[in-house]
């Protein structure tokens, strides 16, 4: 092989045409392995003189072991190079187990030629490498007859044209006691069919002449694969062994009169056995000379008849199915560079030390923060992500739930409703449209912060019983010997019982913010980090230290539950004061409007003995009437001071703003302290990411290649 007076497939009509040779350097380049490029695939059942055909086309002489080279594919690649070489290597099926694609890779042999005793040797040690049964295991543990694995023999040299060849295991019926099972017939069958629906093949189905073409199922299969015939060929073989009489069926198969094809059917004349033993055989001669001197083949169209002929017409098919796929081809590879590179991106750098794995890290975190810098503003046009995922927006939601917060306290904050006709008419108003009461979370829960989160619960509205009864009975409980006024500790008694709905409001508000904080964490993080596994590793890594960030708002909320609700009621802010008087003076007001009657030129009036009637009330009375007055003016403070102080202190600074809150956790600076250890547990490669990024970085590169080519003149 390689020398001078070896044809090359050009000479002989299988690679001529121009616009062939961009595809002979597109498998020259290995493309092939990523886009399905015009091939060859010889298919037939067994015995049916596949491998002859084979031998003839490609002028190689393939030295065969019935009992070895029926087992799996056989991707035979001519290759154009300097030197001559022929490189034997095999191509482990993708579903295979990792050891045994570790095996498959590793071996490959290169030889000098393929003779036969070179070519048998070859075979036993495929067939150890692959694993399967050699037709005398005597073990009990039955190893397969075939296999997914390619076996690629690459042949390369001065005189060569890229030229890729598939030959498939023949297709079967009837097992083997002791060699095949019905497992096989479909593991066979799938196999070819894998390679005929390859819409790129050109198919040459084999088979006998000396048999019924109604009952070959190869042509069945061919004609699913390519329904409109296209590219495929109809070869038959052993013409010397038809019987006689039976010839006028076999022309009449040729000549299209029975079973008609539409790139029509050829008769080749392979070596047989005796032939095989002789080193000085011409098979063009030995064949030509069969089909000028026997009849009824000599009336038969010679463009039907030999190896030679069966070249020309398949490097018309071919070149036809070129020139018909070259575009797609073309699109093909460029789609498939942009999807491997963006997979190669989302991959990352390589990450091999603690310094690669600290800048991955440390530009994740950059990232991180960035989009937190524009959340916390609601710059939302800073980052297309903010359209992507609406839960990125997290301002406007936690703004919005502030106000429900707010809304809720002032509806559902007391436990008895208060006298003065605007509170009772004002709660009404905000309480009307949920009669059966309010459910205090409106987030759903996250299973891994169920244990620290508020649970949900339903809560009715304050309670209609009367107020003032309630106060009697605290008053009577808690009184001294106090003259026209009460005990101080009263107040703080009665605040404590009007308040007892703030907690489960405000501790459901605060988890509701957790919730939204801890979304928009793990959202952002999916987002910025492409890789499933360092997202997943990244997220526990920072969990305890969230936790406890979230658990510091969750404190903050119950020491100002603490301070509003137990402390000794006290405040500064003037407000208290003036709805304590605009109180009095309503009631004093409301009841001297009702004993009041116009008087001509005066306006409405009141008697003095009517006004002095007014003010009577006996001294628990009173006592009662200024508790609740006071209890009044002093809540609508505390309470909105407790709404504020909750808002500001545990929402937005403990949970949104802190510079060491859970928004600025994960920071190049966290990133720094991370020890080696933890660096290569969050960020370290993965030896199947390793496998992955040598693939595609192989692929990537086959696939430029590829587009230089194409780009070629």
């Excluded at 605007?422 to 409106?442: M, N, P, T, Y």
């Excluded at 407790?642 to 949970?655: C, K, M, S, T």
């Amino acid at each position: 092989m390689g020398t001078s007076t070896t044809p090359t497939a050009s000479q002989y009509g299988l690679g001529n045409q121009r616009m062939l040779e961009k595809i002979d350097k597109l498998f020259a380049c290995g493309v092939g392995a990523q886009v399905a490029l015009p091939q060859i695939v010889v298919v037939g059942d067994q015995s049916s003189g596949k491998s002859s055909v084979l031998e003839g086309l490609i002028k190689k002489p393939l030295p065969r072991d019935s009992g070895l080279c029926t087992r799996f594919a056989t991707h035979i690649i001519f290759e154009r190079s300097a030197t001559t070489d022929i490189h034997v290597s095999i191509k482990p099926d993708q579903k295979a187990s990792k050891e045994h694609i570790d095996v498959c890779d590793s071996w490959g042999k290169s030889v000098e030629a393929l003779d036969s005793d070179a070519f048998v040797e070859i075979m036993q040690e495929v067939h150890e490498v692959m694993g399967l049964s050699s037709g005398s295991d005597e073990s009990t543990t039955r190893k397969p007859t075939f296999s997914n694995d390619v076996l690629c023999l690459k042949i390369s040299g001065p005189d060569q044209e890229h030229l890729s060849v598939i030959d498939v295991p023949g297709i079967f019926r009837t097992t083997t006691e002791g060699l095949t099972t019905q497992a096989d017939t479909e593991l066979v069958r799938n196999m070819v069919t894998g390679y005929m629906d390859n819409p790129r093949s050109v198919m040459l189905a084999v088979i006998p002449a000396n048999v019924d073409a109604a009952t070959q199922e190869i042509l069945e299969m061919a004609r699913a694969a390519d329904p409109t015939q296209d590219r495929t060929l109809g070869v038959l073989t052993k013409p010397d062994l038809v019987d006689k009489g039976a010839e006028p069926k076999v022309i009449d198969l040729l000549d299209g009169r029975s079973r008609p094809m539409k790139l029509g059917w050829h008769v080749i004349r392979n070596p047989g056995q005796s032939d095989l033993s002789d080193k000085n055989l011409d098979r063009d001669a030995r064949e030509a000379s069969f089909f000028r001197s026997h009849a009824p083949w000599s009336a038969v169209d010679p463009e039907k008849t030999g190896i030679d002929s069966l070249r020309v017409r398949l490097n018309e098919v071919l070149s036809s199915l070129v020139k018909k796929e070259f575009p797609k081809v073309r699109a093909e590879i460029k789609g498939e560079f942009d999807k491997l590179s963006k997979k190669l991106a989302d991959l990352g750098p390589e990450r091999g030390g603690s310094a690669e794995q600290m800048a991955f890290l440390t530009n994740l975190a950059t990232q991180f923060q960035r989009l937190v810098s524009a959340a916390r503003t609601a710059n939302h046009g800073a980052d297309k992500l903010f359209d992507k995922e609406p839960s990125l927006r997290i301002l406007p939601a936690i703004y919005s739930r502030m106000n429900t917060f707010s809304s809720e306290m002032a509806a559902y904050g007391e436990t008895y409703y208060f006298l003065t006709e605007e509170a009772k008419d004002s709660k009404k108003e905000l309480v009307k449209d949920e009669e059966e009461g309010f459910k205090i979370r409106k987030e759903e829960n996250i299973a891994d912060l169920a244990d620290m989160l508020h649970p949900q619960a339903t809560k009715s509205g304050p309670d209609e019983k009367d107020i003032k009864g309630w106060l009697l009975e605290v008053f009577q409980m808690n009184r001294g010997f106090e003259l026209g006024t009460f005990n101080a500790s009263i107040l703080a008694t009665v605040m404590n019982k009007q308040s007892v709905n703030w907690e489960n409001i405000s501790l459901g508000f605060v988890s509701d913010i957790i919730v939204m904080v801890h979304r928009f964490i793990t959202t952002a993080l999916s987002f910025i980090c492409k890789d499933a596994e360092i997202c997943r590793t990244l997220t526990e890594t920072l969990f305890e230290d969230l936790v406890g960030l979230y658990q510091k708002a969750i404190d903050n909320t119950r020491f100002l539950l603490e301070v509003e609700r137990n402390d000794t009621p006290m405040t500064l802010n003037h407000y208290f004061n003036e709805t304590l008087q605009k109180s009095r003076q309503e009631k004093v007001l409301s009841q001297l409007q009702n004993n009041s009657f116009d008087l001509s030129n005066y306006g409405k009036v009141v008697q003095i003995e009517t006004a002095m009637k007014t003010h009577s009330m006996s001294n628990e009375e009173h006592t009662v009437q200024d508790i609740h007055d006071i209890l009044e003016s002093y809540y609508r403070v505390s309470r909105k001071t407790f709404v504020d102080n909750v808002g500001r202190q545990a929402a937005i600074h403990y949970l949104l703003n802190a510079d060491k809150g859970p928004l600025g956790l994960f920071s190049p600076l966290f990133v720094s302290q991370l020890s080696p250890d933890q660096l290569e547990e969050i960020a370290g490669e993965a030896p199947a990411d390793k496998r992955k990024r040598a693939q595609l970085t192989k692929d990537i590169a086959s696939l430029k290649e590829a587009m230089k080519i194409l780009l070629r003149a």
